[in-house]
Every structure is written in C-alpha cells, then in structure tokens.
C-alpha cells in the first residue's frame, strides 16, 4: 500500500491516505483538516490519482483527528469507522473544540461502523488488522497492515513518546497495556505511523521509548 500524509490543523495532525497507485481504492485515516484549503489538498489528491475513496478510518475521536470525517464521508459515500466507546466522544466534539480554543465550528460525530480489536478490513485485496489500543481514549484502535509493514497508531504511541492520558476518558494503565500487548508485540521492523510527529518502528519504541519499555 502507498501511504500519503498531510500535516493538517493548528495542533499538527497527520492526515493519511491509504491507497495503491492511479485508480485505486482508498481509505483515509484520521482526517482531521479544519480549513478550507486543508480540505481542498486532501481532495484534490483524490481526484488527481482518480481514487475510490472506499471508507474513513478514526483510530480515535479526538477534534483533531475527526474535524472532517462527516465532510469526507459525505463527499465519497462512503461510512466513518471508529471504536464504539468513543462513541460519546463523537457527540462531544464541538465541546472539544471549545476546549481546545479551536475557532472553527465542529458538528458532533456519528459512527456509522463500530470496529473492534481482532477485526480485518480489505483495501485494494490487502488486509487491515483492527487493533484495539485503549488507553489515550477508551475506544482507541490501531490500524495494522501486516503486507506492507505498517501500523497506524493515532495518538497511542509517538517517537520516544506516548499519548495524553490526562484528557476525559484517559488512562494510563490501558494505553501502557495496549503499547505492551499490541503494538510491541508487532514484528521489531514494523514502521509506527504516529498521529502527530515523525514515524518510529516497533524496535526503536521497544528500545528507546521513556515512557513505556
Ligand atoms: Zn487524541
């Protein structure tokens, strides 16, 4: 699978495009763009490589993770999948916003599919191992593509780093279980694709990470 980013809203969420070359299916993952024109790139990829936008992916229902997962959902047809205990983090997203100071008007979220740990979706014939990655919020998933060595972790584990526990519904116990359990227990080479950040692999973490060892 090719994998494109884009670095998006003021707290510098990466928006990333799962697809395979010109024509292809697609599967956007934690598409959190707030502006115009963040939406416009992200778009204008799309029709550029003439995608199939086939789902939007949410490893977790944080503002900046899902400011336009309805907006993308509605455009392509096609459904939002996250984990059904953030479901109530959908509904509180503009209160997120506000939190956050964010000046930009947030509708709350609707999970149209519920996605549990163990569950495999296809995306151009390639498997995507849902992995269940409580901890920063309590419906937390993790994105694993075992064909292309890959693992997209939303805000559970970062480079040297780990995801908030401090915010509603956190907690730290969890998360350190889901980056034991589930992310350190992927082969050593896999490339950790961050929701914030640069990119890490499991090895690395497993060796160098502060927090959680
Ligand atoms: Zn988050």
Redesign the pocket.
């Known amino acids: 699978m090719k994998i494109s980013k884009f670095v998006v809203n003021p707290f510098g969420e990466n928006t990333y495009i799962l697809w395979n070359g010109e024509g292809s299916e697609a599967a956007i993952v934690d598409p959190g763009m707030m502006h115009e024109e963040e939406r416009t790139a992200v778009d204008d990829f799309v029709s550029k490589n003439k995608l199939s936008v086939k789902m939007v992916l949410l490893t977790?229902v944080?503002c900046?993770?899902a400011a336009s997962a309805r907006y993308l959902a509605d455009k392509y047809g096609v459904k939002v999948y996250a984990g059904e205990a953030d479901r109530p983090l959908g509904q509180a997203l503009p209160v997120q916003a506000q939190m956050f100071g964010i000046d930009v008007k947030i509708m709350p979220l609707d999970i149209d599919m519920t996605v549990s740990g163990n569950d495999v979706l296809t995306l151009n014939g390639e498997e995507i191992k849902v992995l269940a990655t409580p901890g920063?919020?309590p419906g937390g998933v993790s994105f694993y593509l075992p064909d292309s060595g890959v693992v997209l972790v939303?805000?559970t584990l970062f480079y040297q780093s780990i995801?908030r526990t401090d915010l509603p519904g956190g907690d730290y116990r969890a998360i350190a279980d889901s980056i034991k359990n589930e992310l350190y227990t992927l082969p050593g080479d896999t490339v950790v694709l961050t929701?914030h950040g640069s990119s890490t692999t499991v090895d690395d973490e497993k060796s160098f990470n502060p927090y959680v060892r």
Do not use: L
């Open positions: 977790h944080h900046d993770h920063h919020t939303g805000d995801g929701g």
